[in-house]
């Protein structure tokens, strides 16, 4: 038998919990997670326990918001119009500037 693997805090953590989602919102919980910079399973934990979530600017959070903002410019690049632009993108675009405007404490 295998031996028990522990977290930093010293919890045995052997139990799965799984749900259905669609795509978009997948991605969203993926983006969330991302520009967090914390794993997928703590981010969720952090907002299922209605915890706060802080952002420690680092490499890994500036490489996540380049990619993330160029693939919004080149979205943007392929509209015709302002009016044309999902709620998607609304949504990744708020989030970005939400924790951009957090690194200054919400300057």
């Known amino acids: 038998m295998s031996a028990k693997v522990y977290d930093r805090k010293g ?3 052997n139990l799965a919990v799984a749900f259905r989602m669609s795509p978009a919102e997948k991605r969203d919980l993926d983006d969330r997670a991302r ?4 794993s997928l399973q703590d981010y ?3 907002r299922i326990q209605d915890r706060e979530i802080v952002v420690i ?3 890994r959070i500036y490489k996540a918001l380049k ?3 160029n ?4 979205e943007l690049k392929r509209l015709e119009k302002a009016s044309d632009v999902n709620e998607e993108y609304l949504s990744v675009i708020k989030l970005i500037l939400e924790t951009i405007c957090g690194f200054n404490g919400g300057d």
């Open 11 to 13: 919890r045995h953590r």
């Open 35 to 38: 520009l967090s910079g914390m």
């Open 44 to 46: 969720f934990l952090h």
């Open 57 to 59: 600017p680092s490499s």
């Open 67 to 69: 990619t993330r903002i």
């Open 71 to 74: 693939d919004i410019c080149e």
